[in-house]
């Protein structure tokens, strides 16, 4: 009984993670591409008539943790390298 509640206790930390990240992360990005596309109204001559600021803060906001996932997701996967080789040890690595 003591194994399969430590695997089911490991089992929903990796389906919570892979949410965030394997749908999460994408569901962002596509908040980020509406707001960026509703943050400016154009008017009849083609001219942008008026800029939503909330929302292009918003886009910007979405875009930025995309960036910032993806250079933790980098630097965590380059842990060991980056400890051997320059001495940074990041995320707990000895």
Known sequence: MHTL??????????????????????????????????????????????????????AYACFALIVLAIVTGILYTAKAFLAAKFGIHLFGQS
């Open 5 to 58: 509640v430590t695997n089911l206790n490991s089992l929903w930390k990796v389906v919570a993670v892979s949410l965030m990240l394997g749908a999460g992360l994408p569901i962002v990005f596509a908040v980020g591409v509406r707001l960026w596309s509703s943050a400016d109204t154009v008017g009849q001559d083609g001219s942008v008539a008026r800029r939503n600021y909330p929302a292009l803060a918003g």
